[in-house]
């Protein structure tokens, strides 16, 4: 007896680790609907644990009110303005004169309902996922199927300026946390019918649809095909985010630099999906995933393309170097004054001597702690709220650096090296690739302790290999600089005019890699031929 019991706990337990996530007793996965309207409800209420929230409205319809409906929908997340003027006044006011549930159910699914978006479902959980996200379903007494009315009217954020890829000229509207609004805003900018956008479930208990977006006709099949394919294998919980989306989908995950752009501007998606590329949109995050992404893409901001090119290119060149020094500058700062001092004019490095001389600590140290100081203010800063959090960063940097100084610990050519650095941390666009520079800096600074600029060289030689080997959704991440790719010079460091980028990447299928037209740089009018009046 004993052993029987052991056998059916072995047994549950087994059932129990073979459930697919989120799977619970109450979800009837693929379980019909019942002609019985109370049997529907009652498992309806069961599915959601009789949630407060959960509206199931008894309407009588049909001739005197013979035949019983049902409308369902979670009061939070609908219009119930909206749900009681275009679903329940309409069912009962045009139904008066009927007595079949089957010509009341055709009536109300094809002709009565003032609805752009109306589908039809036998199966209780497709009931209650519909439900579940925002839409009201009606069912009726004696049909076992069910009528689902789009009527999501939950509170948003309304479009705003992007908060994290600000523009002086261009477009000054940011993705939201809705996915039909940021699909609008990207249709809005592209009004071509080849824009397609396909809709995945992801996450078993969030159920968070996740759109991927692109061109028909310009993205490369094989890319979306890809994309298609990584998106569909994903079994999780949750997603919540599209950071968490980004994570399994990337090619490289373990490496510290990102090879999805995520950006939160429509007009950058829109500009990436004429190139070729991908989007991917998850509902509830303000922040698009596109892909293949390159390294130039992370160096590149919107206005690079709304200025005239001279002034784009010159700032793009700038912001590279920014890039290299927010790299590099403390792990020379630390090289130079170890090992190689013969570098520096002799007046600075005496100049640098003399303030080093009552530092206690070698200079590596000395970098890391400042480096480590600043970080901290720095997330100080992001983290309080916002009218205390400038204060404090600024207050924070002056008292602790005066401080530092005056105490001894550091040295005045330190604290000018960090906020160097760290102002030009603050050039690269994309947060994501500044966090990985910022990641980077320190084993870089521990090399250059160890073998001076050597260690450096060595370091940014290891980073260069590793690039060269990354891939994003199989296009080579240094592209088109390594390999090399003659064509695609004109939109790397300089931008040349938009008249004169002629051609999409080289990824992109050969039909559709034009995308200006010949002789389309502007000229001067000719002057007209002037005659003499007095011939």
């Keep these: 007896m004993l052993r029987n019991l052991v056998r059916k706990i072995k047994r549950f337990s087994q059932s129990e680790r073979n459930k697919a996530p989120g799977e619970t007793r109450g979800t009837y996965k693929h379980t019909p609907l019942s002609h019985v309207l109370e049997v529907n409800e009652a498992r309806i209420r069961q599915a959601f644990g009789d949630s407060f929230d959960l509206v199931c409205r008894r309407v009588a319809i049909g001739k005197h009110g013979s035949i019983a409906a049902l409308v369902v929908h979670l009061n939070e997340m609908v219009n119930p303005q909206f749900v009681s003027t275009a679903i329940i006044e309409r069912i009962v006011d045009k139904t008066e004169h009927l007595t079949d549930p089957n010509t009341v159910y055709t009536q109300i699914r094809d002709s009565y309902l003032d609805l752009t978006d109306v589908a039809e479902t036998h199966d209780l959980h497709k009931v209650a996922y519909e439900i579940a996200n925002g839409n009201t379903c009606i069912l009726v007494q004696g049909v076992a199927k069910a009528i689902v009315c789009q009527t999501q009217g939950y509170s948003q954020r309304e479009v705003s300026q992007p908060t994290t890829e600000s523009t002086i000229r261009g477009s000054k509207e940011g993705l939201v946390e809705s996915l039909a609004v940021n699909l609008s805003l990207i249709r809005r900018r592209i009004r071509n019918p080849n824009l397609r956008v396909e809709q995945f479930t992801i996450g078993e208990v969030s159920q968070t649809p996740v759109a991927l977006v692109y061109i028909e006709g310009i993205a490369n099949p094989g890319i979306v095909a890809e994309a298609r394919q990584r998106l569909s294998r994903i079994k999780v919980d949750s997603i919540q985010e599209s950071g968490q989306l980004e994570e399994f989908i990337e090619d490289a995950p373990l490496s510290p630099f990102p090879t999805l752009l995520r950006t939160e501007r429509p007009d950058r998606v829109t500009g990436n999906l004429l190139e070729g590329r991908f989007a991917i949109i998850t509902d509830g995050s303000p922040f698009a995933l596109i892909a293949p992404a390159t390294f130039s893409m992370f160096l590149t901001a919107p206005e690079d393309y709304f200025e005239r090119f001279f002034a784009g290119s010159v700032i793009r060149l700038l912001r590279y170097l920014a890039f290299l020094l927010s790299l590099t500058l403390p792990s020379l700062y630390v090289a130079i004054t170890t090992f190689h001092q013969e570098l520096l004019p002799t007046p600075l490095i005496l100049s640098i001597a003399a303030q080093r001389n009552q530092i206690p600590f070698p200079a590596v140290v000395e970098a890391i702690l400042m480096e480590i100081v600043f970080e901290l203010l720095r997330e100080a800063g992001i983290r309080l709220p916002v009218i205390l959090g400038q204060a404090v960063s600024i207050i924070g940097a002056l008292v602790i650096g005066e401080a530092a100084l005056r105490a001894g610990l550091v040295s005045a050519a330190m604290v000018v090296v960090v906020a160097l650095t760290g102002i030009?941390?603050?050039?690269?666009?994309?947060?994501?690739?500044?966090?990985?520079?910022?990641?980077?800096?320190?084993?870089?600074?521990?090399?250059?302790?160890?073998?001076?600029?050597?260690?450096?060289?060595?370091?940014?030689?290891?980073?260069?290999?590793?690039?060269?080997?990354?891939?994003?959704?199989?296009?080579?991440?240094?592209?088109?600089?390594?390999?090399?790719?003659?064509?695609?010079?004109?939109?790397?460091?300089?931008?040349?005019?938009?008249?004169?980028?002629?051609?999409?990447?080289?990824?992109?299928?050969?039909?559709?890699?034009?995308?200006?037209?010949?002789?389309?740089?502007?000229?001067?009018?000719?002057?007209?031929?002037?005659?003499?009046?007095?011939?």
């Design 424 to 535: 030009s941390s603050f050039v690269t666009p994309i947060f994501s690739l500044a966090i990985s520079v910022r990641l980077l800096r320190f084993p870089l600074m521990i090399l250059a302790s160890a073998l001076g600029l050597f260690g450096i060289l060595a370091g940014l030689a290891s980073m260069l290999t590793h690039l060269l080997t990354l891939r994003s959704f199989g296009v080579p991440y240094l592209e088109p600089i390594a390999p090399f790719v003659a064509g695609e010079q004109r939109d790397v460091v300089f931008r040349a005019p938009w008249w004169a980028m002629n051609r999409r990447p080289r990824f992109v299928e050969e039909q559709t890699d034009k995308r200006v037209a010949p002789g389309q740089i502007p000229r001067p009018p000719e002057p007209e031929q002037t005659k003499d009046p007095g011939r």
